[in-house]
């Protein structure tokens, strides 16, 4: 398996356990409300393994802009910023649809792909 296949199967079996990861999670939150989501995003509870601030938090949108990260910092010592982000990254969006499909990922920079910092919104579409 050459990396692009070993990547892309990173891919697909990270987004397949996040899913159902977000899925478990709000089975066993009081509701699967977009509010009840963003409290596991609190900069608290990544406080060891992230420095991040919250650009916004309103009724429909939290945002979230992350300067620092324990993941980002291992593989892109080893030149693996790729594979990190196939079995880190990508994840994220398959997190947020398995808690709730009205919750949406948009993200377009991350310190896993050599931006500066990455940028989580979260919106509510419901």
């Not at 050459?2 to 990270?14: P, R, S, V």
């Not at 990260?69 to 790729?82: P, Q, R």
Request: proline letters at 2%; aromatic letters at 12%.
């Amino acid at each position: 398996m050459g990396k692009d296949q070993a990547t892309e199967f990173l891919k697909n079996y990270t987004r397949e356990k996040m899913l159902e990861y977000g899925k478990n999670n709000a089975k066993s939150s009081s509701d699967g409300s977009f509010r009840t989501y963003i409290t596991t995003l609190t900069p608290e509870r990544y406080q060891d393994t992230m420095t991040m601030e919250i650009v916004e938090n309103s009724e429909t949108a939290y945002e979230i802009k992350v300067t620092e990260c324990i993941w980002a910092s291992i593989f892109l010592a080893e030149s693996a910023g790729d594979i990190g982000w196939a079995s880190v990254c990508c994840g994220d969006y398959a997190w947020a649809e398995g808690f709730n499909p009205k919750i949406k990922l948009v993200r377009d920079k991350t310190l896993m792909q050599g931006h500066a910092f990455c940028n989580h919104r979260f919106i509510w579409t419901g």
